[in-house]
């Protein structure tokens, strides 16, 4: 049969985090599109909270998640925990095992594509004879800075202050490293027992190749710098920017557009700091008294983290009319589109970025310390689409005055005006669909070889 003729049928089995499940879902529907038969495994409360609208070939697989002490009931995913509860949800995640097994014993899987928790997965599959591949869903560099797969295995876990200096086997100009408050309170997060070193150093050795959510236009020397570290094929999926737009009848979105109509292009500033990033109550005055000081009109999505609780009393009253607080979920991808939205103030997600510069718009960059956030922060001041916001290296805090500054930097100010120049013009990578669709086809050339 000709590769082109030829289906597979691939499992899919992303991390609990919804910054993990939404690319793989971006996967699994382009290859169920492509008349692949796609089993996407996640828990049974993540599934319920995906989109309907999916192709008929792909089929969401429910396993329970077992229950461990220490994670609270009803917790399936980190959206719905404080980061110091996330490694009870690794240890639950590890407890799949046997039912992953069961599953792939009896289910006639070609392939199946993982995330960096399953480190016992590769052994798994490679018993019952099934390819594996596995899906890191962060930029090329950020893998690139941890280094090799023996390192990260057999190494000793690195301290917080370790990952705060460039690596030695970076051999690219780059500046790009961790602040030590973001390495605090990443280690929060982490296994004890199995730290996220050796998980994501054994997801890497055990998988036939290696994906990465980047595309060589972007990052050309960190892809390569990946082939030499793994001595594995490693295969760019591309950005995957996001493809399903929510519905014009929203009635808070309709709203919403209805005052970004009335501003001047590129006039407002969006402020998404997305769902799972943690600011105390101390940063929040300063957070908020940096939004208020930049004298700039603004969209701030305020989620759980922080609630609308947290925000300075009689701050909504002062910038009425400059400033539209939008409480929960919000489309994000719309309100980007949006003509007067001119800079993101950003935690430095990848695929808040990827969305903000799929529509040319500069960054703020305000890092949430989580995962590999503060790596994201130097890069996009690097290639110069943002400013970071100056913050202590020790504890993370920063001032209203120097928020404000750099919020006007970015938006403003003449010295910004290179940056804005260099984000309007990454659309031509960041929203090029057409181009990112291309390396989703290498991906399933690569799995038909």
């Not at 996967?27 to 309907?52: C, D, M, Q, W, Y």
């Not at 689409?385 to 805090?397: L, M």
């Not at 005055?401 to 006007?408: E, P």
């Given at each position: 049969?000709?590769?082109?003729?030829?289906?597979?049928?691939?499992?899919?089995?992303?991390?609990?985090a919804?910054?993990?499940i939404?690319?793989?879902?971006?996967?699994?529907?382009?290859?169920?599109?492509?008349?692949?038969?796609v089993?996407?495994?996640?828990?049974?409360?993540?599934?319920?909270k995906?989109?309907?609208?999916?192709?008929?070939?792909?089929?969401?697989?429910?396993?329970?998640?077992?229950r461990?002490?220490?994670?609270?009931?009803?917790?399936?995913s980190?959206?719905?925990?404080?980061?110091?509860?996330?490694?009870?949800?690794?240890?639950?995640?590890?407890?799949?095992?046997?039912?992953?097994?069961?599953?792939?014993?009896?289910?006639?899987?070609?392939?199946?594509?993982?995330?960096?928790?399953?480190?016992?997965l590769?052994?798994?599959?490679?018993?019952?004879?099934?390819?594996?591949?596995?899906f890191?869903?962060?930029?090329?560099?950020?893998?690139?800075?941890?280094?090799?797969?023996?390192?990260?295995?057999?190494?000793?876990?690195?301290?917080?202050?370790?990952?705060?200096?460039?690596?030695?086997?970076?051999?690219?100009?780059?500046?790009?490293?961790?602040k030590?408050?973001?390495?605090?309170?990443?280690?929060?997060?982490?296994?004890?027992?199995?730290?996220?070193?050796?998980?994501?150093?054994?997801?890497?050795?055990?998988?036939?190749?290696?994906?990465?959510?980047?595309?060589?236009?972007?990052?050309?020397?960190?892809?390569?710098?990946?082939?030499?570290?793994?001595?594995?094929p490693?295969?760019?999926?591309?950005?995957?920017?996001?493809?399903?737009?929510?519905?014009?009848?929203?009635?808070?979105?309709?709203?919403?557009?209805?005052?970004?109509?009335?501003?001047?292009?590129?006039?407002?500033?969006?402020?998404?700091l997305?769902?799972?990033?943690?600011?105390?109550p101390?940063?929040?005055?300063e957070?908020?008294?940096?939004?208020?000081?930049?004298?700039?009109p603004?969209?701030?999505?305020?989620?759980?983290?922080?609630?609308?609780?947290?925000?300075?009393?009689?701050?909504?009253?002062?910038?009425?009319?400059?400033?539209?607080?939008?409480?929960?979920?919000?489309?994000?991808?719309?309100?980007?589109?949006?003509?007067?939205?001119?800079?993101?103030?950003?935690?430095?997600?990848?695929?808040?970025?990827?969305?903000?510069?799929?529509?040319?718009?500069?960054?703020?960059?305000?890092?949430g310390?989580?995962?590999?956030?503060?790596?994201?922060g130097?890069?996009?001041?690097?290639?110069?689409?943002?400013?970071?916001?100056?913050?202590?290296?020790?504890?993370?805090?920063?001032?209203?005055?120097?928020?404000?500054?750099?919020?006007?930097?970015?938006?403003?100010?003449?010295?910004?005006?290179?940056?804005?120049?260099?984000?309007?013009?990454?659309?031509?990578?960041?929203?090029?669909?057409?181009?990112?669709?291309?390396?989703?086809?290498?991906?399933?050339?690569?799995?038909?070889?």
């Amino acid at each position: 049969m000709d590769n082109k003729e030829k289906k597979l049928h691939v499992a899919i089995f992303p991390w609990l985090a919804f910054g993990h499940i939404l690319p793989y879902l971006e996967v699994a529907t382009f290859l169920a599109e492509k008349g692949h038969r796609v089993s996407f495994i996640s828990t049974p409360k993540n599934l319920r909270k995906l989109p309907t609208d999916l192709p008929p070939s792909l089929t969401l697989v429910e396993l329970p998640l077992p229950r461990v002490d220490g994670l609270p009931d009803l917790a399936e995913s980190t959206a719905e925990l404080p980061i110091k509860k996330v490694p009870y949800l690794k240890k639950a995640y590890d407890m799949l095992e046997p039912a992953i097994t069961e599953f792939l014993q009896r289910s006639g899987v070609d392939w199946i594509i993982h995330d960096f928790a399953a480190h016992w997965l590769p052994r798994v599959v490679s018993q019952i004879g099934i390819n594996s591949a596995f899906f890191n869903i962060t930029s090329a560099t950020s893998p690139a800075f941890l280094g090799p797969p023996s390192l990260l295995i057999e190494g000793p876990v690195p301290r917080p202050e370790d990952l705060t200096v460039v690596p030695k086997w970076i051999d690219y100009p780059s500046k790009v490293r961790f602040k030590l408050y973001e390495m605090l309170q990443n280690h929060e997060g982490m296994d004890p027992g199995v730290s996220d070193f050796q998980r994501i150093g054994e997801s890497i050795r055990g998988s036939k190749f290696v994906a990465v959510r980047s595309c060589p236009e972007f990052e050309v020397d960190p892809l390569r710098l990946l082939e030499k570290l793994y001595g594995k094929p490693v295969v760019p999926v591309g950005l995957l920017p996001p493809r399903r737009k929510r519905s014009s009848e929203d009635e808070r979105w309709v709203e919403l557009k209805r005052w970004l109509d009335d501003k001047k292009e590129k006039s407002v500033f969006y402020v998404g700091l997305g769902t799972e990033v943690n600011i105390s109550p101390e940063m929040i005055v300063e957070l908020a008294g940096g939004i208020e000081k930049s004298g700039l009109p603004f969209v701030w999505v305020v989620g759980q983290r922080p609630g609308p609780e947290n925000i300075p009393p009689g701050f909504e009253s002062r910038v009425a009319g400059r400033g539209y607080m939008w409480m929960g979920w919000a489309p994000q991808a719309e309100i980007l589109a949006h003509p007067a939205i001119g800079g993101i103030l950003s935690h430095c997600g990848w695929s808040s970025a990827i969305e903000s510069l799929g529509q040319g718009r500069p960054l703020i960059l305000f890092s949430g310390a989580n995962s590999d956030q503060g790596l994201m922060g130097r890069l996009f001041e690097e290639r110069g689409v943002g400013f970071e916001v100056p913050r202590d290296e020790a504890d993370g805090s920063f001032t209203s005055d120097s928020l404000a500054q750099t919020i006007r930097r970015v938006m403003v100010e003449p010295e910004g005006e290179q940056v804005r120049a260099n984000a309007w013009a990454m659309r031509e990578i960041f929203g090029n669909y057409e181009l990112q669709n291309k390396y989703l086809e290498k991906l399933a050339q690569v799995m038909l070889a």
